[in-house]
């Protein structure tokens, strides 16, 4: 089995910046791509960033192209989220997700998944 554990959440002000983190315990091997989702109360999850731990290849929601960058240390079996320039539309429980195999990038796509970390952008 696989836990992921996030941290970084928080409050801050729009146009602030934030880094997430996310380490992964267990049976890390199977996991061969890493992400982020995200949640805004009374919303769906929407998927936010994706990498491939071997190729390093990245995907991104529209909305935070430009603004978040997502990272993997895969020596520490983690991944990261930088996220600046922050708008209060980014506010919500941010999830970070694994899988060993990439389908469409819809929720069910991905196998594991941690418990959420808030992030909270003021205006």
């Known amino acids: 089995q696989v836990q992921l554990g996030e941290s970084g959440g928080g409050l801050v002000q729009a146009g602030g910046s934030l880094r997430l983190s996310c380490a992964a315990s267990?049976?890390?091997?199977?996991?061969?791509?890493m992400g982020w989702f995200r949640q805004a109360q009374g919303k769906e999850r929407e998927f936010v960033a994706a990498?491939?731990?071997?190729?390093?290849?990245?995907k991104y929601a529209d909305s935070v192209k430009g603004r978040f960058t997502i990272s993997t240390d895969n020596a520490k079996n983690t991944v990261y989220l930088q996220m600046n320039t922050l708008k209060p539309d980014d506010t919500g429980v941010y999830y970070c997700?694994?899988?060993?195999?990439?389908?469409?990038?819809?929720?069910?796509?991905?196998?594991?998944w941690g418990q959420g970390t808030q992030v909270t952008v003021s205006s």
């Open positions: 997700v694994g899988t060993r195999l990439l389908g469409s990038l819809a929720p069910d796509d991905f196998n594991f």
């Open positions: 267990g049976r890390t091997w199977s996991i061969y791509h």
């Open positions: 990498i491939t731990r071997g190729s390093g290849s990245t």
